[in-house]
């Protein structure tokens, strides 16, 4: 009987499972062992969306569940996407999403860039920096309202320090026209470093010799920054705006704790509206059709970017 | 072998009785707001605990969270209280959807009259429809939204001279609303012990009630109303009447012209510690606060004054103050029966109001001594008088958050004017109305 190494292996490969479970194949096997999972998923992701999907055609309230429910059509989805306060909601929602990625992208990348270059104390440095991003949202929104506070806030005291302003003499969340960058300022604070990181991953994975190849090449630091550090960051760069989108997007905590979505309705985002339609005014049907509109608005946004990113991974 | 026989008569007895007062001894809960009266009520509850058996656990929570965590609980159909002393405006939504117990039968069958209750009270805590024998709850603690002030600036010979000079007449504590913005115009930004002051501290909370209940105590008295006639949600020209937007232009000016800074998001708590912290000359809040604020060592006593909500076309206060109701999910109903029926006796209503609650008990309002048994007493009887509440409807939650979001935009977010405001809550409230089948 030959000794070969491929005769070593058939003889250390165990036998089949499926021939110790008589009567069932390796592929039913399989199905044995994913069906829990796909039974879980279909229980808690598919169903509750058909469920909502079915919901947002009814005028059905959650607190009145021995009230007659009738099928409205689409008359949700109408007094939603006709509905001005909604649109104020969503545009609240795009003003913030927009401006604290933006901030966030700029700072974060500076802050990777500058803690890349090898330094005295940089790991203290990377350390104190990413600590905002370890607290609880509720925490971070709480304190923030003590700095903001036009009385006794470090906050409007560090402004006048800087401009010589009466720091009484201004309400940063109490104001209309600064409230909207109240929130943008706490959320650019507490998940800049979170950015930070996913750049900083993306910097040290550019290996050296691009950059020595580079300098034999002559090519100025500035060429160098734009042809290899930015084409090479820029997927890490547009996941880290994907994650940010998405979390931004359902905001929920920090604003609350901040604004309360005041003042008036300056400040109130999607989630903070979504969750009053639905848990405080109790109108379930309504917020179905309201969490549908922004189920396919994230999810076709999301698509749209994630084939971009795939492109600019494909370069 | 006869006295074996009774002995063994008697120990059975014995055990049989010992058997049913453990059988019927409850552990109830009673959920409220978390609060000094309800402090007070778990001081009084002992009594009710000797004299039972029962013994009672109390489920008090924050009033910013008090109205999400009840409702919740009860449109859950959760267990967790027995007793529940409840908002005013929940009990349209207590009585319709089956979450309190009808009390008809059991105060007949105990022989509890609502006569014996304040006429006002029993309307606003008591009856769902509205004003018909139909009871849901014992009035349990009567509350309105009042004022009080620095009695020790007021007194100042150079705050009153100031005063006089500015207005011509005596610093005193304002009778109408117009009087109340000039003393708090004069007060803002004054120094006084060498800081600067600010001349009241009101309600512009956003999340829950807060603005609705301060904005009203001014719209009220210039003759804001729900309804044309009562029970027919006409509320075109109640609810924007000229009158009612003199009425929420006047809370507007009131906030800008006489409120401290930052003062964007606030309602009793902030109320209070603006009072406290010595920043304001004027504060509103419900009387419930008002045995604490009068305790208080350091602005208490005889620096603090109190005041009913002043008039001004009319007299009127915003209703606060609570009935207490069976929930109708509980097990123990009959220990939480037992329970109304001992708190609805005139000895322990008049303890009630001793320790600090606000008794409802005509036998306790109508004592010839009550008017003077605490300083902000004879308001209080004052404020009674004129009450008004928010809707009382199924759907009050949404008609609240509806009114919180158009009230705060115009008063905190200087967004359109008064007259928008009011007119887009009429299409607001509409639409509720509609969506119930009322209109």
Known sequence: MSDTPIDRVAKATPPSVASKIRGLSDRAIAWLFVLPTIFLLLAVNIFPLIWTINLSFTNFRANRPNREVDYIGLRNYERILTDEDIWLTMQATAHFLFWTIFFQVLIGFTLAWLINRKFKGNDLWTTLIVLPMMLSPAVVGNFWTFLYQPQIGLFNYGISFLTGIDPSSFQMIGDVTLAPWSIVIVDTWMWTPFVMLICLAGLRSIPDYIYEAAEIDRASQWRQFWTITIPMVLPFLMLAVLFRGIENFKMFDLVVQLTGGGPGSITELTSINLKREAFEKWRTGYASAYAIILFVTVFGLASIYVKALNKVKER | ????????????????????????????????????????????????????????????????????????????????????????????????????????????????????????????????????????????????????????????????????????????????????????????????????????????????????????????????????????????????????????????????????????????????????????????????????????????????????????????????????????????????????????????????????????????????NFADSAPFAADFLLAMDGVMDFWQEPAYAELLLAMQKRLHDYVVADKGTAQEALDKLIEDWTEVFEDEGKL
């Open chain 2, 1 to 368: 072998m006869k006295s074996a026989k009774l002995l063994a008569a008697t120990a059975f007895v014995a055990a049989s009785g010992l058997n049913v007062s453990l059988a019927s001894a409850d552990e109830l809960t009673l959920c409220w707001a978390a609060w000094d009266p309800a402090n007070a009520l778990v001081e009084l509850s002992k009594e009710f605990e000797t004299q039972s058996g029962h013994t009672m656990k109390f489920e008090f929570v924050p009033w910013p969270n008090f109205a999400d965590r009840m409702l919740n609980e009860l449109n859950s159909g959760g267990k967790l209280c027995d007793l529940l002393i409840g908002d005013s405006q929940w009990i349209g939504g207590g009585a319709e959807n089956g979450h309190y117990v009808k009390l008809n039968e059991f105060f007949d069958k105990e022989g509890i009259s609502m006569d014996d209750f304040a006429p006002a009270t029993v309307y606003a805590y008591s009856t769902w429809p509205k004003g018909t024998p139909n009871y849901y709850a014992l009035p349990a603690m009567g509350d309105a939204n009042g004022w009080f002030y620095r009695k020790d600036w007021f007194a100042k010979p150079e705050i009153q001279e100031a005063f006089k000079a500015e207005h011509g007449r005596d610093l005193a504590p304002p009778k109408t609303q117009m009087e109340l913005l000039q003393v708090a115009k004069f007060f803002q930004g004054r120094e006084i012990d060498g800081q600067k002051r600010y001349g009241a501290a009101i309600f512009t909370e956003r999340g829950s009630e807060g603005i609705t209940m301060g904005a009203t105590s001014a719209m009220y008295p210039f003759g804001f109303k729900y309804e044309n006639t009562p029970g027919k949600y006409d509320m075109e020209g109640a609810v924007n009447s000229a009158d009612a937007v003199a009425g929420l232009e006047f809370y507007k000016e009131l906030y800008k012209t006489s409120t401290p800074p930052g003062y964007t998001d606030s309602y009793m708590e902030q109320s209070l510690d603006a009072f406290k912290s010595g920043q304001v000359a004027m504060a509103m809040n419900w009387f419930a606060f008002f045995p604490g604020l009068y305790a208080d060592p350091d602005t208490g006593g005889d620096k603090i004054g109190f005041f009913v909500n002043p008039g001004q076309l009319k007299e009127a206060s915003t209703l606060g103050g609570q009935g207490i109701s069976v929930v109708a999910y509980s097990d123990k109903q009959d220990a939480a029966l037992e329970y109304i029926k001992w708190f609805a006796q005139p000895s322990v209503q008049k303890k009630w109001w001793n320790l600090g609650g606000y008794s409802c008990h005509v036998s306790v309002l109508n004592d010839p």
